[in-house]
């Protein structure tokens, strides 16, 4: 079994990868604008990897996870072909919202202080 860090260090090239082979070699035209993939979790067994991914229009973010879900034997077996694994990992798209709850964490802070100045504190 490998350890924690190893691990750790092949999410991380996983998610390079996967990256690279979305933005050079997919050609689904509900990929593209503004996208992130913020994290790959592999596995210890690195039979399984989620892939974490970020999309700035919201409205675009289902189409965006249904491509990508769509493409997800291709993108594996670009990563097979590019990484020496003993197994290339099954790939589970996934959307992170940590953006949108972050904006909306803000949007809830700016009217408790608005609330505040109006309160005369």
């Not at 913020?38 to 690195?46: E, G, N, P, Q, Y």
């Not at 990508?68 to 099954?90: C, D, V, W």
């Not at 972050?102 to 202080?113: G, S, Y």
Request: hydrophobic share 35%; aromatic share 6%; with cysteine.
């Amino acid at each position: 079994m490998p350890s924690f860090e190893r691990v750790d260090r092949i999410s991380e090239e996983v998610r390079r990868e996967i990256d690279q082979i979305i933005r050079e070699d997919l050609r689904d035209p509900r990929v593209g604008g503004t996208y992130s993939i913020v994290r790959a979790d592999v596995t210890r067994d690195l039979r399984y990897c989620k892939v974490r991914v970020s999309v700035l229009e919201a409205d675009r973010r289902e189409d965006l996870l249904a491509a990508l879900k769509n493409a997800a034997g291709f993108i594996r077996r670009e990563l097979s072909h590019r990484m020496q694994l003993r197994y290339t990992p099954e790939l589970i798209f996934e959307a992170d919202m940590n953006i949108e709850y972050a904006a909306h964490i803000n949007e809830l802070l700016k009217q408790a202080e608005d609330q505040g100045h109006d309160d005369g504190r």
